[in-house]
């Protein structure tokens, strides 16, 4: 799966955006914002499938996610 990580300069910190998941935060310095990103689109991803997984519409198997 490939994201695109958008980095803007905002008045005090950068703002970093993933925009196919809606998922924003900011840093400090541009680095700082590429690893909240990083850390911030983990956490969603994870959210989700726990998500989908509790409703049924996915099962785990072996390791790998398979659809319901």
């Known amino acids: 799966m490939q994201l695109t990580a958008e980095i803007k300069k905002g008045e005090k910190y950068f703002i970093a955006r993933c925009p196919e998941l809606g998922v924003t935060t900011q840093g400090r310095t541009v680095k700082e914002a590429k690893e909240k990103l990083k850390e911030a689109v983990e956490l969603h991803l994870e959210a989700m499938i726990d998500y989908m997984i509790e409703h ?10 398979i659809e319901a």
Request: net charge positive; proline share 0%; hydrophobic share 30%.
């Open 56 to 65: 049924g519409r996915v099962c785990i198997e072996r390791g790998k996610i």
